[in-house]
């Protein structure tokens, strides 16, 4: 079965309708066009003056098909060329003859060197059941309460044109797309499968690096000395860094130099080189971006002064962002590698755990053991982004640990020393629990903590940026799908201060309770607006490239997050005149904080473990029927494979597009109750502490809970990163700001700094002045100390940047077969007899065709 489509070469222009058709009339020399129902036209006039192009116009018409090939009774093949529908039936009629044969031996048969797209083709012969990207749409899709049967015919008559022009962009850009009507014949879910050939050329576009196999590189790559002893501060200095391996070398993948590249050796065969070359998370990160840039047609011109450039044309109706919107699609993802359970008692060694899908060991390794974690794998299977997140979450929680027991000290010293003085029958007396005189040197302390945590990640930071090869990410990335060039739009966003809501209730002691327990639930409210409304203000503004939309995203969020949580505490340390508990304000901020820290990681505790735990033991009957079920109906459809497939296995799950920088967001807010107004409560390091470790485990509960349970997360796209951004320049920003927010609670709030100048005056004028130059002489010292650190700890190890540098000049060597630049080599041959001639003249390099050096004497 076949559909004949025109398309035009050369410059025309096509007016494109909101629904994301064709309209009726296409301008070409006055001639007019019928309306289409796929996409007949896709070059339109790019944005130029008329003189400025060369008026190439070509009147040779291109046809090409649009076939649609019957699999299975519920299965369609669509092809966009007549070689590959010849060779779908080909690969067909011989896995046909040849029963039993492997999709490695048909793509051994049929090489993708010279088949392009017969790796794809080969997998939906043989019904691979791992695609690399899914679309869920309903067939019919029901009717809207207002809407008659006549309306909701035309909708979905619509909605199937849309999906008819977008499917065929996504053709065109090379990909397979294979059709599977569900059980019940209600919903569609599309297939989409990118061949080894197309992943390359995306590859080598995206600039994404990759290792180079050890046939490609010197023998010899020791150049640093790893022999050194390990003493006690060696060993410390492990607990806080990140191990890598610096003789790795990795270069911008080109798809002609593939043979140098790790996971194409010699010795392997293409099969073996086409199914597993890039990880699945590579994969889908290089189908999602062809997916979402579907709609961006380039065209080539010609200039007047001969100079031939790309055009780039979008299509804005046809964004799968707006299809999803519009009802057009139902679903996006990708989907997982497998389900996550093992039957217990069948792993008996790493080995045995080696040969279950990557999912499954992560469940083993991650969620079930309470081991270090597996980064290595956790990045192979989510990518560097989801990774990132949670290298920095265990740094910052070892981090932590220096912090909790700090913090334990100043109380323990408090209880032994309220225990001797005093009798514990007021505030007053409990207070010095945590307000004594080891409150400002842990203040002091605090403050070089922060810095050196900070500086520290930097360090680590710069070491995953190397081992992950994501050095120049941020350089290299590629603009958004959103993006156009145009000038920069600013928003500006007023913001509403909430500060405590103050109830006359006595006595005083339940009335701060009270206080801080309302403003809590004010918080977790106003938090879920504030989202929506940093959201919806990001969308208005025209961000280059996903990084800079993320960073204006994030830095929104914190803005309101930080009025939100902080506004209370503030006004108490800023604002607020008289606190009858006590003297000064010390207790109520202690309680304020204590509240909030704590009330807010225990609803989040709730929300993120307590709640799935239930969920699953509620569901657990409920889904084990629902699955036994849908299993029996495939059982029942006489397909040739009776499984559950993956897809629909991962079409229950929840979508995780935000979940990192929601993490982030959580674990950012509390570096800020810790460094801020850590002071007025010394065990919240503990606390963060205790937390960190549940939300480790509890966020690998979330997304790989086996889905027998609830519905979890559905798998993420595997998304690149280079640093935390905007995340990193909040810290540092917060962790300056506490310098001065803490200096003020140990002059103004503290009982014991209170104490302390009343030795010395009581005059409330020379009170003022004594704090104030406490404040101002404790934050100039903590900030020369902070800069102290900062400059003594640099950001990227030496060894690192050695490793660096040396990966680009072999990059070139191995790769790029240019030779090195006179600045970039030196020989450690200091006899240089050898560069001139008998004569004396100067024998110089002369550059050969295949980029070797030779020497010649032209003497």
Same mark, same amino acid.
């Given at each position: 079965?076949?559909?004949?489509?025109?398309?035009?070469?050369?410059?025309?222009?096509?007016?494109?309708?909101?629904?994301?058709? *064709?309209?009726?009339?296409?301008?070409?020399?006055?001639?007019?066009?019928?309306?289409?129902?796929?996409?007949?036209?896709?070059?339109?006039?790019?944005?130029?003056?008329?003189?400025?192009?060369?008026?190439?116009?070509? /009147?040779?018409?291109?046809?090409?098909?649009?076939?649609?090939?019957?699999?299975?009774?519920?299965?369609?093949?669509?092809?966009?060329?007549?070689?590959?529908?010849?060779?779908?039936?080909?690969?067909?009629?011989?896995?046909?003859?040849?029963?039993?044969?492997?999709?490695?031996?048909?793509?051994?048969?049929?090489?993708?060197?010279?088949?392009?797209? $017969?790796?794809?083709?080969?997998?939906?012969?043989? &019904?691979? @059941?791992?695609?690399?990207?899914?679309?869920?749409?309903?067939?019919?899709?029901?009717?809207?309460?207002?809407?008659? /049967?006549?309306?909701?015919?035309?909708?979905?008559?619509?909605?199937?044109?849309?999906?008819?022009?977008?499917?065929?962009?996504?053709?065109?850009?090379?990909?397979?797309?294979?059709?599977?009507?569900?059980?019940?014949?209600?919903?569609?879910?599309?297939?989409?499968?990118?061949?080894?050939?197309?992943?390359?050329? =995306?590859? =080598?576009?995206?600039?994404?690096?990759?290792?180079?196999?050890?046939? $490609?590189?010197?023998?010899?790559?020791?150049?640093?000395?790893?022999? #050194?002893?390990?003493?006690?501060?060696?060993?410390?200095?492990?607990?806080?860094?990140?191990?890598?391996?610096?003789?790795?070398?990795?270069?911008?993948?080109?798809?002609?130099?593939?043979?140098?590249?790790?996971?194409?050796?010699?010795?392997?065969?293409?099969?073996?080189?086409?199914?597993?070359?890039?990880?699945?998370?590579?994969?889908?990160?290089?189908?999602?971006?062809?997916?979402?840039?579907?709609?961006?047609?380039?065209?080539?011109?010609?200039?007047?002064?001969?100079?031939?450039?790309?055009?780039?044309?979008?299509? &804005?109706?046809?964004?799968?962002?707006?299809?999803?919107?519009?009802?057009?699609?139902?679903?996006?993802?990708?989907?997982?590698?497998?389900?996550?359970?093992?039957?217990?008692?069948?792993?008996?060694?790493?080995?045995?755990?080696?040969?279950?899908?990557?999912?499954?060991?992560?469940?083993?390794?991650?969620?079930?053991?309470?081991?270090?974690?597996?980064?290595?794998?956790?990045?192979?299977?989510?990518?560097?982004?989801?990774?990132?997140?949670?290298?920095?979450?265990?740094?910052?929680?070892?981090?932590?640990?220096?912090?909790?027991?700090?913090?334990?000290?100043?109380?323990?010293?408090?209880?032994?020393?309220?225990?001797?003085?005093?009798? +514990?029958?007021?505030?007053?007396?409990?207070?010095?629990?945590?307000?004594?005189?080891?409150?400002?040197?842990?203040? +002091?302390?605090?403050?070089?903590?922060?810095?050196?945590?900070?500086?520290?990640?930097?360090?680590?930071?710069?070491?995953?940026?190397?081992?992950? &090869?994501?050095?120049?990410?941020?350089?290299?990335?590629?603009? #958004?799908?959103?993006?156009?060039?145009?000038?920069?739009?600013?928003?500006?966003?007023?913001?509403?201060?909430?500060?405590?809501?103050?109830?006359?209730?006595?006595?005083?002691?339940?009335?701060?309770?009270?206080?801080?327990?309302?403003?809590?639930?004010?918080?977790?409210?106003?938090?879920?607006?504030?989202?929506?409304?940093?959201?919806?203000?990001?969308?208005?503004?025209?961000?280059?490239?996903?990084?800079?939309?993320?960073?204006?995203?994030?830095?929104?969020?914190?803005?309101?997050?930080?009025?939100?949580?902080?506004?209370?505490?503030?006004?108490?340390?800023?604002?607020?005149?008289?606190?009858?508990?006590?003297?000064?304000?010390?207790?109520?901020?202690?309680? !304020?904080?204590?509240?909030?820290?704590?009330?807010?990681?225990?609803?989040?505790?709730?929300?993120?473990?307590?709640?799935?735990?239930?969920?699953?033991?509620?569901?657990?009957?409920?889904?084990?029927?629902?699955?036994?079920?849908?299993?029996?109906?495939?059982?029942?459809?006489? #397909?040739?494979?009776? /499984?559950?497939? !993956?897809? %629909?296995?991962?079409?229950?799950?929840?979508?995780?597009?935000?979940?990192?920088?929601?993490?982030?967001?959580?674990?950012?807010?509390?570096?800020?109750?810790?460094?801020?107004?850590?002071?007025?409560?010394?065990?919240?390091?503990?606390?963060?502490?205790?937390?960190?470790?549940? /939300?480790?485990?509890?966020?690998?509960?979330?997304?790989?809970?086996?889905?027998?349970?609830?519905?979890?997360?559905?798998?993420?796209?595997?998304?690149?990163?280079?640093?935390?951004?905007?995340?990193?320049?909040?810290?540092?920003?917060?962790?300056?700001?506490?310098? %001065?927010?803490?200096?003020?609670?140990?002059?103004?709030?503290?009982?014991?700094?209170?104490?302390?100048?009343?030795?010395?005056?009581?005059?409330?004028?020379?009170?003022?002045?004594?704090?104030?130059?406490?404040?101002?002489?404790?934050?100039? *010292?903590?900030?020369?100390?902070?800069?102290?650190?900062?400059?003594?700890?640099?950001?990227?190890?030496?060894? %690192?940047?050695?490793?660096?540098?040396?990966? #680009?000049? *072999?990059?070139?060597?191995?790769?790029?077969?240019?030779?090195?630049?006179?600045?970039?080599?030196? $020989?450690? &041959?200091?006899?240089?007899? $050898?560069?001139?001639?008998?004569?004396?003249?100067?024998?110089? @390099?002369?550059?050969? @065709?295949?980029?070797?050096?030779?020497?010649?004497?032209?003497?």
């Amino acid at each position: 079965m076949s559909e004949h489509r025109n398309f035009f070469k050369g410059q025309v222009e096509i007016p494109i309708s909101e629904d994301g058709d *064709l309209s009726e009339k296409s301008n070409n020399h006055g001639k007019e066009k019928s309306r289409s129902t796929l996409l007949d036209t896709i070059l339109g006039r790019p944005n130029f003056s008329a003189t400025s192009l060369h008026n190439e116009l070509d /009147e040779h018409i291109e046809k090409f098909d649009i076939f649609t090939e019957k699999v299975e009774e519920h299965r369609t093949l669509q092809l966009i060329d007549k070689e590959d529908q010849n060779l779908y039936n080909e690969i067909n009629n011989w896995v046909e003859k040849n029963p039993g044969i492997t999709l490695e031996e048909t793509i051994l048969k049929y090489d993708p060197e010279k088949y392009p797209n $017969s790796d794809a083709l080969a997998k939906v012969v043989h &019904d691979y @059941p791992f695609p690399d990207f899914i679309l869920k749409y309903e067939n019919d899709k029901g009717k809207h309460l207002y809407d008659n /049967e006549k309306d909701n015919k035309e909708k979905n008559a619509i909605r199937a044109k849309k999906r008819q022009n977008f499917e065929c962009l996504l053709l065109r850009a090379g990909l397979v797309l294979e059709h599977e009507i569900d059980t019940e014949g209600n919903h569609t879910y599309v297939k989409i499968i990118a061949p080894f050939d197309r992943l390359c050329e =995306q590859a =080598q576009q995206t600039k994404i690096k990759i290792r180079l196999n050890d046939e $490609s590189l010197p023998k010899d790559l020791s150049i640093f000395d790893t022999s #050194r002893s390990r003493t006690i501060f060696s060993k410390i200095k492990e607990f806080f860094s990140y191990k890598i391996d610096l003789k790795k070398e990795s270069s911008v993948f080109k798809k002609d130099r593939l043979k140098k590249f790790k996971g194409a050796e010699s010795q392997k065969n293409i099969a073996e080189i086409s199914l597993n070359f890039f990880t699945t998370a590579r994969r889908n990160l290089l189908v999602h971006r062809m997916i979402i840039t579907a709609n961006q047609i380039n065209k080539k011109v010609v200039l007047d002064n001969g100079r031939m450039i790309y055009v780039k044309r979008k299509i &804005d109706s046809l964004a799968i962002s707006k299809l999803l919107k519009a009802g057009v699609y139902d679903k996006f993802y990708p989907i997982h590698d497998g389900l996550a359970k093992i039957k217990s008692g069948s792993i008996t060694s790493p080995e045995e755990l080696e040969k279950y899908n990557l999912r499954a060991q992560l469940n083993e390794l991650w969620v079930k053991s309470h081991r270090k974690q597996p980064i290595e794998k956790i990045r192979e299977y989510f990518g560097e982004k989801f990774a990132l997140y949670f290298v920095w979450l265990g740094f910052y929680t070892s981090w932590l640990s220096i912090a909790s027991l700090a913090g334990l000290i100043v109380v323990i010293y408090g209880v032994i020393d309220a225990a001797i003085e005093t009798s +514990f029958t007021s505030i007053k007396d409990v207070s010095v629990i945590w307000d004594n005189a080891l409150t400002a040197p842990y203040t +002091f302390l605090m403050a070089v903590w922060a810095t050196c945590f900070l500086e520290s990640w930097k360090r680590a930071n710069a070491s995953i940026q190397y081992d992950w &090869d994501v050095v120049d990410f941020e350089r290299e990335e590629l603009p #958004r799908p959103e993006f156009y060039g145009t000038r920069i739009v600013i928003v500006t966003v007023g913001v509403l201060i909430i500060f405590p809501i103050h109830f006359n209730i006595n006595p005083p002691k339940l009335r701060a309770v009270i206080t801080a327990s309302v403003n809590l639930a004010t918080i977790i409210i106003l938090n879920i607006v504030y989202r929506n409304v940093a959201k919806y203000l990001t969308h208005f503004e025209n961000h280059k490239t996903q990084t800079q939309f993320e960073d204006s995203l994030i830095l929104k969020a914190y803005l309101f997050d930080f009025i939100n949580f902080y506004s209370a505490l503030v006004y108490i340390l800023l604002f607020k005149q008289h606190c009858e508990v006590y003297v000064t304000c010390m207790n109520e901020l202690t309680i !304020q904080l204590a509240i909030i820290f704590i009330g807010k990681q225990m609803i989040g505790q709730v929300q993120e473990v307590l709640i799935p735990w239930l969920m699953s033991k509620w569901y657990k009957t409920k889904n084990i029927a629902e699955r036994d079920e849908l299993q029996k109906k495939y059982e029942e459809s006489n #397909r040739k494979h009776t /499984e559950v497939p !993956q897809w %629909v296995h991962d079409d229950n799950l929840t979508n995780t597009s935000e979940t990192v920088r929601t993490e982030y967001e959580e674990i950012v807010i509390q570096f800020g109750f810790i460094t801020l107004f850590g002071t007025a409560f010394p065990l919240a390091p503990l606390f963060a502490w205790i937390n960190n470790m549940t /939300e480790i485990r509890s966020d690998a509960f979330k997304v790989y809970e086996p889905q027998e349970y609830i519905k979890t997360f559905q798998r993420p796209v595997g998304s690149q990163a280079q640093d935390l951004g905007m995340w990193e320049n909040i810290m540092s920003i917060v962790s300056l700001i506490s310098v %001065v927010t803490n200096a003020i609670i140990i002059a103004f709030h503290s009982s014991w700094m209170h104490a302390q100048f009343d030795k010395y005056t009581k005059n409330s004028e020379e009170l003022l002045v004594a704090r104030l130059g406490f404040v101002l002489a404790f934050e100039h *010292l903590v900030f020369i100390i902070k800069l102290i650190f900062a400059y003594m700890i640099p950001d990227i190890p030496r060894t %690192v940047k050695v490793a660096i540098e040396r990966e #680009r000049y *072999l990059t070139r060597l191995t790769v790029d077969e240019d030779p090195p630049a006179l600045d970039e080599y030196w $020989s450690e &041959d200091k006899d240089d007899s $050898s560069l001139f001639s008998v004569k004396g003249t100067l024998l110089l @390099p002369s550059k050969t @065709p295949t980029g070797g050096n030779i020497i010649k004497d032209n003497a």
